[in-house]
């Protein structure tokens, strides 16, 4: 089992920056991939940003550009850098990893994302 923990959400102006930050408990095993995915107010979650173990990411084109995902192997952490925001970047948050030949997913419990002036 692997517990995902997030951190760096908040309350931003739009053009605004922020870092998130997801810690997985332990290695995962490889091939696996990590990335983010966020869930607006009646909305479905969707995919914000995948990095793969050998560093191939995959971003939404609501990302592109603007945010930078990478990854620490060493700490078991993967970032979201987050620039230029948007009100429509508001919401929640979540890392997900996977590890591919395990077929396990985990997620994180989310963290709250508000662009707003």
């Known amino acids: 089992q692997v517990q995902l923990v997030e951190s760096g959400g908040g309350l931003v102006q739009p053009g605004g920056s922020l870092r998130l930050s997801c810690a997985a408990s332990?290695?995962?095993?490889?091939?696996?991939?990590m990335g983010w995915f966020r869930q607006a107010p009646g909305k479905q979650r969707e995919l914000v940003v995948t990095?793969?173990?050998?560093?191939?990411?995959n971003y939404a084109d609501s990302a592109k550009g603007r945010f930078t995902i990478f990854r620490d192997n060493a700490k078991n952490t993967v970032y979201l850098q987050m620039n230029n925001l948007k009100p429509e970047d508001t919401a929640i948050y979540y890392c997900?990893?996977?590890?591919?030949?395990?077929?396990?997913?985990?997620w994180g419990q989310g963290t709250q994302v508000t662009v707003s002036s």
């Open positions: 997900n990893a996977v590890e591919v030949d395990r077929s396990r997913s985990y």
């Open positions: 332990r290695s995962l095993f490889r091939p696996n991939i």
């Open positions: 990095i793969t173990s050998a560093e191939s990411t």
